[in-house]
């Protein structure tokens, strides 16, 4: 099945913000509002941070917002903290086999 | 809010099989759809199937179809996930996950299989 492409890496300083893209086709990220975005920190598992496209969790800070036009959702952070530093998976439900496919992963850094 | 605890650190000789558990906190175990995810060291996430907890229904994908199977025991709350004919590829840490709002909303802390002669 096909993947979703992210970026390898994006940066940013303390109290910017950063979009991290994440393009897949018409059979998934376009075709259906069933994005989500994944924090990873280092020998963590994943942690949800954005769901349906752009709905946060309870917990997860109004400084993450999530949007999608076309074909390529998008991730963006404000405000820019040191903990924020982690990977970032993007995930949209894709009729291809009637499955989950997920980006390779951004790492962000936070300089 | 539920939690997922998962059985620890596997190693395992090449042709061998894993198997991994999966217990969910809490008394709604019955009304999830469990997947277990694949992480191979740096590379992505990777969804290998899922079960409805309540039904006991599976589905696989294609990638580890004939390999992998998931159970499940409703008493003990549990998921589990069996991967056969490991091979050296299939060293990564793996996940199991609820769906909920059309996303893996709660993760376990996965557990890490190496296989290794």
């Known amino acids: 099945q096909s993947a979703l492409t992210q970026p390898r890496s994006v940066s940013g300083s303390p109290g910017q913000s950063v979009t991290i893209s994440c393009t897949g086709s018409s059979s998934d990220v376009g075709g259906y509002n069933f994005v989500s975005w994944y924090q990873q920190h280092p020998g963590k598992a994943p942690k949800l941070m954005i769901y349906?496209?752009?709905k946060r969790p309870s917990g997860v800070p109004d400084r993450f917002s999530g949007s999608k036009s076309g074909n390529t959702a998008s991730l963006t952070i404000s405000g820019l903290q040191a903990e924020d530093e982690a990977d970032y998976y993007c995930c949209s439900y894709a009729d291809t086999y009637t499955s989950w496919v997920f980006g390779g992963g951004t790492k962000l850094t936070v300089l | 809010q539920v939690q997922l605890v998962q059985s620890g650190a596997e190693v395992k000789k090449p042709g061998a099989s894993v198997k991994v558990s999966c217990k969910a906190s809490?008394?709604?175990?019955?009304?999830?759809?469990m997947y277990w995810v694949r992480q191979a060291p740096g590379q992505r996430l990777e969804w290998m199937g899922w079960?409805?907890?309540?039904?006991?229904?599976?589905k696989y994908s294609q990638k580890f179809q004939g390999r992998v199977t998931i159970t499940r025991d409703t008493s003990a709350s549990t998921a589990y996930m069996e991967l056969s004919s490991l091979t050296p590829e299939d060293t990564a840490v793996f996940y199991c996950a609820i769906l909920r709002r059309e996303a893996f909303d709660i993760w376990g802390q996965g557990t890490l299989v190496t296989v290794s002669s």
């Open positions: 809490g008394d709604t175990f019955s009304s999830y759809v």
């Open positions: 349906g496209v752009t």
């Open positions: 079960i409805n907890a309540g039904k006991g229904n599976t």
